[in-house]
C-alpha cells in the first residue's frame, strides 16, 4: 500500500471551484450515508477502502460498522482534516492521493464510497480489475448506474466485458436533493458484485469476443462476428442464444453473450 504524502497546510476556507474542479457533491444527509452502508453490507471483520471522503460523513458511519477503513482523498484541505479527526484513531488510515494511481491492498477488501461522478468510469474500471475485492457499493450517478445494469434494455460494452467475472446490479435512487452542492442529476447505488461464470483461461478469448461484437461493423452482433467467424457458424450460434441475425449488439442480454462464446468457442 503506498505512503502517507507529505499535506499542504490546511487552509481557511475551501473554494467553490475546487469542489467543482474534482466533481465534489458531498453528502448532506445521514438517512443516504446510513442507507449506503446498510446497502454494501460490511462487519466488523472487513476492510473497507473509501474513495473521496470529502467532509466525513460516510466515514463516519463507516467507522461504526467496519473494522479497519483506508481513505483516499484527493482534495489536500479534506484529506488534512481527516488526518486530525482520526489521529488517534487506528482503526483508520487517511491518504491524500488519486484513488485511481494506488495499488489495491493484498487482502480481502471492500469498497463503499460516494465518489466523484466526474471519475466514476475510471473508478468502477479499477475495481473490476482488483483481485482482493469482495464488493463494492458506489454512490454513482443514475444514469451510469442504470445504463450498466441493463436497466434501460441496453447493455454497455464495460457491463459485458466483464459479466462473467462481476454482477453489476442497480440499487436504489438517490435524489439530487442530498448532495452539497446539489448536482444536476440523481443518483443511485451500483453494487458490483465478484464472481466467476467461466474458467479463467477462458476469459481472454471470451473478450477479445465481446471487442470483436462491439466494433460496429454491419450494423449487427452477428455481421460482426462474421468477420472472424465462420457465417454458418455464427448463424448457429446466435440462434442457439436466441439472437436474431439483425439484432444490435446493444440488445444482446449477457447470458446470450455467453451462450454465443460457448457455442463459437
Known amino acids: 500500500m503506498s505512503r502517507h504524502r507529505s499535506l499542504p497546510r490546511a487552509r481557511s476556507s475551501h473554494t467553490g471551484s475546487t469542489r467543482k474542479r474534482l466533481s465534489q457533491n458531498f453528502l448532506a444527509d445521514t438517512g443516504t450515508a446510513d442507507l449506503l452502508v446498510r446497502e454494501s453490507g460490511v462487519g466488523a471483520a472487513d476492510l473497507v477502502v473509501e474513495i473521496g471522503p470529502g467532509d466525513g460523513m460516510l466515514t463516519r458511519r463507516l467507522l461504526g460498522a467496519a473494522g479497519r477503513i483506508l481513505a483516499y482523498e484527493l482534495d489536500g484541505h479534506y484529506a488534512a482534516r481527516l488526518r486530525r479527526r482520526y489521529a488517534q484513531d487506528s482503526r483508520i488510515h487517511c491518504y491524500h492521493s488519486d484513488f485511481r494511481s494506488i495499488a489495491a491492498p493484498c487482502e480481502p477488501f471492500a469498497v463503499v464510497a460516494n465518489i466523484p461522478f466526474g471519475s466514476t468510469t475510471d473508478i468502477v474500471r479499477w475495481c473490476l480489475s482488483a483481485r482482493q475485492l469482495t464488493s463494492a457499493t458506489l454512490l454513482v450517478q443514475e444514469e451510469f448506474a442504470r445504463k450498466h445494469t441493463g436497466s434501460y434494455g441496453r447493455w454497455t460494452k464495460l457491463a459485458i466485458s466483464h459479466w462473467p467475472t462481476a454482477a453489476m446490479e442497480l440499487g436504489p435512487r438517490v435524489s439530487r436533493n442530498r448532495f452539497r452542492p446539489v448536482p444536476q442529476v440523481d443518483a443511485a447505488i451500483l453494487h458490483i458484485r465478484p464472481r466467476l461464470l467461466l474458467p479463467v483461461s477462458a476469459l481472454p478469448d471470451y473478450r477479445r469476443l465481446v471487442e470483436l461484437g462491439f466494433s460496429g461493423v454491419g450494423g449487427s452482433l452477428a455481421a460482426s462476428l ?28 449477457p447470458d446470450q453473450w455467453l451462450n454465443v462464446f460457448t457455442t463459437l468457442r
Open 226 to 253: 462474421s468477420r472472424a467467424h465462420p457465417s454458418r457458424a455464427v448463424r448457429k450460434a446466435c440462434a442457439g442464444a436466441g439472437i436474431p441475425l439483425d439484432q444490435p449488439v446493444g440488445l444482446v442480454r
